[in-house]
């Protein structure tokens, strides 16, 4: 399965906007273990004043001294789980998304070491957990409804993994990476 990610994502050339002040970046961090694909996420802090105990990928907003796109995931990174960026091998990066908050959010998929051991800052994660990639993959888990937001209606999606609903952007970003990678 991660040839066919490499492969997909070598061969993927996602278009830049350059157009937005607003900018994020995340990193999806994919790592290999006893042959199989999992993705890593976090839960976010509950008393964040954005997107409290939400789960989502590593990233953030992008400051002043970051060099681009790429240097904002890494750094959000190391910052929130404690991911060394020299220990992440970038697979390639998927289509850049509006948020439902306006920001321009540029994804990125990295393959982490399989022993990696997270250190979350406390002071912006709650818990880092891992789930199979192939998980997402049965469409029993999956679900979608509509949302009002300022851009009209758009489509949320949602995974049901063990009682933990992962929607939203994250959602869409892993949906993205199927279509893309496999």
Not at 25 to 40: A, H, N, Q
Not at 74 to 81: M, S
Request: glycine share 6%; no cysteine.
């Amino acid at each position: 399965m991660l040839a066919k990610i490499r492969q997909g994502l070598k061969f993927f050339q996602p278009q830049n906007n350059s157009n937005f002040q607003r900018r994020a970046s995340v990193l999806i961090p994919l790592l290999e273990f006893e042959g199989e694909i999992f993705v890593l996420f976090t839960e976010r802090a509950k008393h964040l004043r954005s997107h409290p105990g939400q789960v989502s990928f590593p990233g953030g907003k992008q400051e002043y001294k970051d060099a681009n796109s790429l240097h904002t995931a890494l750094r959000e990174t190391h910052e929130e789980i404690g991911l060394k960026p020299e220990k992440v091998e970038i697979l390639g990066r998927l289509d850049q998304i509006i948020s439902l908050y306006n920001y321009l959010v540029t994804p990125f998929v990295g393959l982490i070491p399989s022993d990696f051991n997270p250190n979350p800052n406390p002071d912006e994660i709650e818990i880092v957990f891992k789930v199979p990639l192939s998980f997402f993959m049965n469409s029993e888990k999956h679900w979608s409804e509509e949302y009002e937001s300022t851009f009209g209606k758009v489509l949320i999606h949602h995974f049901d993994f063990d009682g933990v609903d992962i929607w939203g952007l994250t959602a869409k970003l892993i949906l993205r990476l199927l279509e893309i990678g496999l």
